[in-house]
């Protein structure tokens, strides 16, 4: 009589804690993705004393100001500096959060404040400039011409 009534413990324990009974668990999808890129550079590049920093940035909405990169400082990803006076240059930006994401810039850090002095130098543009980041690796190509730059704010 004891041990029908431990296995029937047993078992009630095991059932109650499977919460989809024998389903196997539903696998949450990355919350983070991975965008890589290359670069392509034409015109004359600025002067050196001009280039404090040069990276690739995504971001969920067109800034207006330099200052609204940093809006959102928390979730905001950049890849590391990029080289100057190349041709082309190849970038990654690692654990990017899944969402959609409408201005994507190379960017050049011109001054020494740094929440202050950037300003586009090249958007990507196909797909309507949109990249859709879904746990996955998305690989997209920008091309900088620094005789003619993207407007600032963006029209």
Not at 47 to 62: A, G, M, N, Q
Request: with cysteine; aromatic share 12%; charged share 20%.
């Amino acid at each position: 009589m004891f041990i029908p009534i431990a296995l029937l413990l047993i078992a009630s324990f095991l059932f109650a804690s499977c919460e989809g009974g024998l389903e196997p668990p539903i696998e949450e999808p990355n919350p983070t993705g991975v965008i890589t890129g290359s670069i392509t550079y034409s015109g004359e590049w600025p002067t050196e004393d001009s280039l404090v920093d040069l990276r690739f940035v995504p971001l969920k909405s067109p800034p207006q100001t330099a200052q609204d990169i940093f809006s959102d400082i928390e979730n905001l990803v950049f890849s590391e500096p990029l080289d100057f006076f190349v041709e082309k240059d190849t970038f990654i930006v690692n654990e990017v959060p899944n969402g959609f994401y409408v201005y994507n810039t190379v960017a050049q850090q011109f001054g020494n404040n740094i929440f202050g002095d950037w300003k586009p130098v090249g958007l990507y543009d196909q797909n309507d400039g949109i990249i859709i980041v879904k746990g996955d690796t998305t690989t997209i190509s920008i091309h900088v011409d620094f005789e003619n730059l993207p407007p600032f704010p963006p029209e």
